[in-house]
């Protein structure tokens, strides 16, 4: 739980780490956006009219805000768990980034993502207790298996809800906002604060990442963000909150897993989950061996836009990030009643 006695450091500190985030990002990807489009690193956007050219990815602005503001707090506070999560994320970013630049097989992130949950581990950056919503369970061996399943996992998570404009960046900012309350509960000082500057960059992102994108994320944006955030709740013993959180993403990844039946990257499978109308609106795929995803569950009941799909998938984020509330609440009354 947060010393309040702690106090102005806090919120003085809180402060610094929101707004580097915030600004760096902010301030960098118009610079990073007009950058690649003179390297030519762009992407058609399939779902607009005329498929326009936009620059991907907008990864390293976003870990350049993250790890600016990350220093800025271990020099604060000499804290090493701060330091076990900036490698961790900038870990996954080398490994998102590398897949931006050249398609790898499916496997190729899973795997190497392992590495990123390594600094978690060397720096002791976690507990001996998995805590669930009714107590905690000691697994001091087991637990260092589920970080190396934890990081690989919600990396990948993150990643396959990157489907449309804002998608991602709007999913993240919603999801994140319970796992910060829980970690201001169960978790401690250093790991809250460590975790701001992932929301603050985020926010700073989504202005350029929403409908219509002026910038696509890519894969080293989004393992930024998955990986940020599963070590950001392991750190801050708020784990099973952030699974209830991101259940969205996590249906997701399960249907395509479940129906393509093997690790695969999204860009190699040839049964597309949706098909664009001349009005260019998303419809269902009525091919048999199209993949199962969220959004194809969604455009169940008639075509969409892609602005009205990211909406649903933003409401669904938000009832989710609402059960994990609920959980912290159940949680947060069970342990007083424990300790009482």
């Known amino acids: 739980m947060l010393d309040l006695s702690f106090g102005n450091n806090i919120l003085i500190y809180g402060v610094i780490a929101s707004a580097i985030s915030f600004l760096v990002t902010l301030i960098a990807t118009p610079k990073m956006i007009s950058s690649l489009i003179a390297q030519g690193s762009v992407v058609q956007d399939y779902h607009k009219p005329g498929r326009p050219n936009v620059p991907r990815p907008a990864g390293p602005v976003l870990l350049g805000g993250i790890v600016a503001s990350e220093i800025v707090l271990y020099l604060l506070t000499l804290n090493m768990t701060i330091m076990a999560i900036t490698l961790s994320t900038v870990i996954a970013f080398i490994v998102g980034f590398i897949d931006d630049r050249k398609v790898l097989p499916g496997w190729f992130k899973p795997v190497a993502l392992i590495a990123a949950a390594m600094p978690l581990i060397i720096f002791q950056a976690h507990g001996t207790h998995l805590n669930l919503i009714f107590g905690n369970v000691f697994i001091p061996l087991l637990y260092i298996l589920l970080i190396l399943a934890i990081i690989p996992i919600v990396g990948n998570t993150i990643n396959s809800i990157d489907v449309l404009n804002g998608v991602v960046t709007g999913f993240v900012i919603i999801t994140i906002m319970p796992l910060l309350v829980s970690i201001a509960i169960f978790g401690d000082n250093e790991v809250f604060l ?147």
Do not use: C, W
């Open 194 to 340: 460590a975790a701001l500057p992932l929301l603050f960059g985020t926010i700073a992102l989504y202005g350029y990442h929403k409908f219509p994108s002026k910038i696509f994320v890519g894969d080293s944006g989004t393992l930024v963000m998955g990986s940020m955030y599963g070590a950001v709740a392991i750190a801050g013993n708020s784990e099973i909150i952030g699974v209830i959180a991101l259940l969205p993403a996590v249906m997701n990844s399960f249907l395509f897993l479940s129906s393509v039946k093997k690790i695969v990257e999204h860009r190699q499978v040839r049964q597309r989950p949706t098909i664009m109308g001349t009005d260019f609106k998303l419809a269902a795929s009525q091919e048999k061996n199209a993949p199962i995803t969220l959004v194809r569950l969604i455009l169940a009941n008639g075509p969409l836009s892609e602005k009205e799909i990211g909406y649903y998938i933003f409401k669904l984020a938000l009832f989710s990030s609402a059960l994990a509330f609920i959980s912290i609440f159940i949680q947060y009354h069970f342990l007083l009643g424990v300790y009482r």
